[in-house]
């Protein structure tokens, strides 16, 4: 039986009053401010370029344009992108593994469970097609660093 919920991650929720609490919300009703912060230098550019033609280009409606546009929202790009090259480098290690190969996922299969890990999905199982939770706690201790 296929699992049929909305995406829901852990998101940090400030109130009208400013507080901010932690909450499982559903990622279609977020509301995320998006202001410019930075501009991309040439060597930035390569590099997100290179990390286009790895992970961006399997993201659903991503193009090169919006890949690089969106960089320009973080105050810190650079770590926008050690984060997306930790991601392909975990994406790397799974698509190696033999629960990769016996689930007969594709690498977008993998990088799909690596983002939503990374954003603090919810029942990822629900969101992508033939994983289970068995490969979602193999990715995650990889993520984490914590694989054995």
Avoid: C
């Avoid at 770590?79 to 996922?105: F, S």
């Avoid at 199982?125 to 995650?140: F, G, I, M, T």
């Amino acid at each position: 039986m296929e699992r049929q919920k909305p995406k829901m991650i852990r998101a940090e929720v400030v109130d009208k009053d400013g507080n901010v609490k932690t909450e499982t919300v559903n990622i279609d009703k977020l509301k995320i401010k998006r202001v410019r912060q930075s501009t991309l230098d040439e060597t930035q550019k390569k590099r997100a370029t290179l990390l286009f033609g790895r992970v961006g280009r399997y993201l659903p409606g991503m193009t090169m344009e919006k890949w690089l546009d969106g960089f320009t929202f973080d105050r810190n790009p650079v770590r926008e992108m050690e984060i997306w090259e930790h991601i392909d480098d975990v994406v790397d290690q799974l698509w190696t593994h033999d629960a990769t190969a016996a689930l007969n996922l594709t690498r977008k299969d993998v990088l799909r469970v690596v983002v939503a890990l990374s954003v603090n999905a919810v029942d990822i199982p629900a969101q992508v097609r033939a994983v289970n939770d068995e490969y979602v706690a193999l990715a995650r201790s990889v993520f984490t660093g914590s694989a054995k």
